[in-house]
Nanobody
Framework: QVQLVESGGGLVQAGGSLRLSCAAS????????VGWFRQAPGKEREFVAG????????YHADSVKGRFTISRDNAKNTVYLQMNSLKPEDTAVYYC??????????????????WGQGTQVTVSS
């Protein structure tokens, strides 16, 4: 399994931008699909975006489509989440997760075996 470390969270005003990074250590990162999930206080963890290991196809939740973009740089063992036009409802702890050779829907967090520690994103109104 890979070890994951998120960074890039912080406090931003509504309408602002942040870029989250998910850095992986371990061999074979290019074989892992990676998802971003978020969890707000009192709410279930929810899917935000995912990118496949093969072909790099990207998927985004309807709530962030057009505002967030997931991408990956396998040479740097890193996946990014560019977040633009942030809203107060985007406030949450953001986690990246990885699973080797994953080809599922990204919807279920339980599909992923490797998780980072999370990074807090707070959007003020």
């Amino acid at each position: 399994q890979v070890q994951l470390v998120e960074s890039g969270g912080g406090l931003v005003q509504a309408g602002g931008s942040l870029r989250l990074s998910c850095a992986a250590s371990g061999l074979g990162f290019s074989r892992y699909s990676v998802g971003w999930f978020r969890q707000a206080p009192g709410k279930e963890r929810e899917f935000v975006a995912g990118i496949r290991w093969s072909g790099g196809s990207a998927y985004h939740a309807d709530s962030v489509k057009g505002r967030f973009t997931i991408s990956r740089d396998n040479a740097k063992n890193t996946v990014y989440l560019q977040m633009n036009s942030l809203k107060p409802e985007d406030t949450a702890v953001y986690y990246c997760a990885a699973e080797a050779y994953y080809s599922g829907s990204f919807y279920f967090a339980t599909d992923f075996g490797s998780w980072g520690q999370g990074t807090q994103v707070t959007v003020s109104s």
